[in-house]
């Protein structure tokens, strides 16, 4: 037997080889503003300032994940995206812990609901009925559905924290710890410790029933801060019923080694680029040739044209990016 380290094979569905562009929605902005140059509204702004000073708590109107299947043919026909990425789909906070005004996307209070502002109150059909509405339109055009999954943390107060409190980290002095990166503390949130292997079947189960649903691939929201071993008896025990899933690797803010040795030894396929994070030419140059190398020799390498992390790209290139720029009012 040959001397030195096994080798590793990464294995990638066949559907995947091309035609891979994505699209990243947000369900809540898909409504009747979607359209829209500007949404703001002062006076509307100015009326809710006042009533949330004496401690209301105003939940914005939301788009609705039917607003989003009748995008569809935009999505997946004109403009031949044929993966759709979405934005967390969970119940977020609305009376505390509450970041904006709906609640932030990331802070999950239940890892297998869905958001009731994302649903229309249909009594023939559930919230989950109206998920596999879009998973099962979306199929139809030849697409794929990905949807964003934290499991580094849920929004404080959540289902998992209130049933098992022991799952999560503490601080000594026994509050509840807060995950953070680039030295932001998300107060909002509470981190799950993943020393805990009996948490690595509940969430093998979360997976698994979001599978069940018509979801092809899971974006790992602060996926390099799971332990190796947890994704790789996750992805195992996903890919034993659901063999094609792609496990798409969040892991800006982590060491690019951890990229690395999740792409190979933790089983997933691919990893969140950071060509965007770079802005001169010499920067996009030298970072592009190491994501090809990486691609071609760990597991392919995503480039999001922006990312949640990073000043906008058009408040660097006002003249190249004219599209994110508000226009100017009209006359009357």
């Known amino acids: 037997w040959p001397e030195g380290a096994d080798v590793g094979i990464s294995v990638h569905p066949n559907d995947y080889r091309t035609a891979n562009t994505i699209y990243c929605a947000f369900p809540r902005l898909f409504g009747p503003t979607r359209n829209s140059v500007s949404t703001q509204n002062p006076k509307l702004e100015s009326q809710i300032q006042q009533i949330?000073?004496?401690?209301?708590?105003?939940?914005p109107p939301s788009g609705k994940l039917r607003d989003l299947v009748q995008?569809?043919?935009?999505?997946?026909d004109v403009l031949g995206c044929r993966i759709l990425h979405l934005l967390p789909v969970h119940p977020t906070p609305t009376t505390f812990a509450?970041?904006?005004r709906f609640g932030s996307p990331y802070a999950a209070l239940d890892f297998m609901a869905i958001d009731p502002s994302l649903v229309v109150f249909d009594k023939r059909t559930t919230g989950i009925h109206q998920f596999r509405e879009l998973t099962y339109a979306t199929h139809l055009r030849g697409g794929r559905v990905i949807i964003d999954?934290?499991?580094?943390?849920?929004?404080?107060?959540?289902?998992?924290e209130e049933e098992h409190h022991e799952w999560f980290l503490r601080k000594p002095d026994g509050e509840f710890?807060?995950?953070?990166?680039?030295?932001t503390v998300w107060?909002?949130?509470?981190?799950l410790n993943h020393i805990n292997a009996v948490l690595w079947d509940e969430l093998a189960e979360m997976f698994l029933a979001w599978c069940r649903r018509g979801v092809d691939g899971f974006r790992c929201d602060a996926g390099y801060k799971i332990p190796v071993a947890a994704w790789q008896y996750i992805i195992a025990r996903v890919q034993e019923e659901f063999p094609e899933t792609i496990f798409l690797l969040e892991g800006l803010g982590g060491p690019w080694e951890a990229t690395e040795n999740l792409l190979t030894e933790g089983g997933m396929q691919w990893a969140y680029s950071e060509l965007f994070q770079n802005y001169s030419g010499r920067e996009v140059a030298w970072y592009l040739d190491y994501a090809n190398r990486q691609s071609a020799r760990l597991g392919t390498y995503v480039h999001y044209s922006e990312t949640h992390d990073n000043a906008r790209l058009a408040a660097k290139a006002p003249d190249a990016a004219p599209a994110r720029k508000e226009a100017p009012p009209k006359p009357n």
């Open 52 to 59: 949330e000073q004496f401690g209301f708590a105003i939940i």
């Open 71 to 76: 995008c569809l043919p935009h999505i997946i």
């Open 98 to 100: 509450r970041f904006g």
């Open 149 to 160: 999954i934290v499991i580094n943390h849920t929004g404080w107060g959540s289902k998992l």
């Open 177 to 183: 710890a807060s995950p953070g990166a680039w030295g």
């Open 187 to 191: 107060e909002d949130l509470v981190e």
